[in-house]
T-cell receptor, first 112, second 113 residues
Framework: QKEVEQNSGPLSVPEGAIASLNCTYS??????FFWYRQYSGKSPELIMF????GDKEDGRFTAQLNKASQYVSLLIRDSQPSDSATYLC????????????FGKGTHLIIQP | DAGVIQSPRHEVTEMGQEVTLRCKPI?????LFWYRQTMMRGLELLIY????????DSGMPEDRFSAKMPNASFSTLKIQPSEPRDSAVYFC???????????FGSGTRLTVV
């Protein structure tokens, strides 16, 4: 059973601070890792993906991957109230399996 | 690009009735995925297609659920007969093999009473 674990939160962060979201996964064969943002009542939208160990930066967002520890994180710098949403971690296994396995998400609240 | 298009946006039906959800993937995307989202279980993969062929349907909960993709631009997810526990938001997503990103549709909120 492939599992992706996230702290459900809510995680409350002051505006302008760094928000740190974490995710662990069970399948060592996993190859690609995704962060989606989902506003209430809306569909998930892709923020970033990462497939190599280390950091990947895109604007205010940085994804970090540590395959040895089976750990993925997302940092949001200069947090804005508009960043308040549920953040979903998703993992794609190798071996030709194309579907993503999602965590249940972390609810992030940015306090003005 | 119109994105992934799902219909209907909302569906309320009585237990025992047949429900059909529809999805049009992004043109050129050759992989299509059906997901179900509930508060208790989160987002669950039901089935996915590559080049219109079902590849993995291990997530389909019961024989009451079936999915088809008759051509590259259309897919359906059918529940017959529907039950109250099928109430959820059903998302369709598509992906281009040359791109890591999966794009989701707006979803269909299904309520079975």
């Amino acid at each position: 059973q492939k599992e992706v674990e996230q702290n459900s939160g809510p995680l409350s962060v002051p505006e302008g601070a760094i928000a740190s979201l974490n995710c662990t996964y069970s399948d060592r064969g996993s190859q690609s890792f995704f962060w989606y943002r989902q506003y209430s009542g809306k569909s998930p939208e892709l923020i970033m993906f990462i497939y190599s160990n280390g950091d990947k930066e895109d604007g205010r967002f940085t994804a970090q991957l540590n395959k040895a520890s089976q750990y993925v994180s997302l940092l949001i710098r200069d947090s804005q109230p508009s960043d308040s949403a549920t953040y979903l971690c998703a993992v794609r296994s190798g071996g030709g399996a194309d579907g993503l396995t999602f965590g249940k998400g972390t609810h992030l609240i940015i306090q003005p | 690009d119109a994105g992934v298009i799902q219909s209907p946006r909302h569906e309320v039906t009585e237990m025992g009735q047949e429900v059909t959800l529809r999805c049009k993937p992004i043109s050129g995307h050759n992989s299509l995925f059906w997901y179900r989202q509930t508060m208790m279980r989160g987002l669950e993969l039901l089935i996915y297609f590559n080049n219109n062929v079902p590849i993995d349907d291990s997530g389909m909960p019961e024989d009451r659920f079936s999915a088809k993709m008759p051509n590259a631009s259309f897919s359906t997810l059918k529940i017959q007969p529907s039950e109250p526990r099928d109430s959820a938001v059903y998302f369709c997503a598509s992906r281009n093999p040359g791109n890591y990103g999966y794009t989701f549709g707006s979803g269909t909120r299904l309520t079975v009473v």
